[in-house]
């Protein structure tokens, strides 16, 4: 039923609205990695699903922030799927570790 809409609206991007230019051929040049976002997203939500009943919503939404911080930076930080290297200075440092020191105090119990 969702699935269903989904190809509907995805549908009505390309094609009825012009949103893209609806070539499918186009989908062989992409870089490999353009596709992890679909594959990591599934993953991230079926993860999600399953710990947010055992850890609670608060855990598992700070986990998933500071997840996406972390990475966000090595991807800076290493310049990887092409982009510009930013290094990671120690202020990136120290607000990554606040942010974890943060949530920690959050979810103390």
């Known amino acids: 039923m969702y699935s269903s809409r989904g190809l509907l609206l995805v549908v009505a991007l390309l094609f009825v609205c012009r949103i893209g230019d609806g070539c499918l051929t186009e989908i062989l040049k992409a870089p490999w990695y353009t596709y992890l976002g679909g594959i990591l997203g599934v993953l991230i939500i079926y ?39 930013i290094p990671f200075s120690i202020y990136n440092v120290l607000g990554t570790l606040l942010m974890a020191g943060g949530a920690w105090l959050i979810l103390k119990q």
Do not use: E, Y
Not at 54 to 83: E, N, R, S, W
């Open 47 to 85: 993860l999600v699903i399953l710990s947010i009943p055992k850890v609670g919503v608060a855990p598992a939404t700070t986990a998933i922030i500071l997840g996406q911080v972390f990475t966000a930076g090595l991807v800076d930080h290493f310049g990887l799927f092409g982009m510009q290297k």
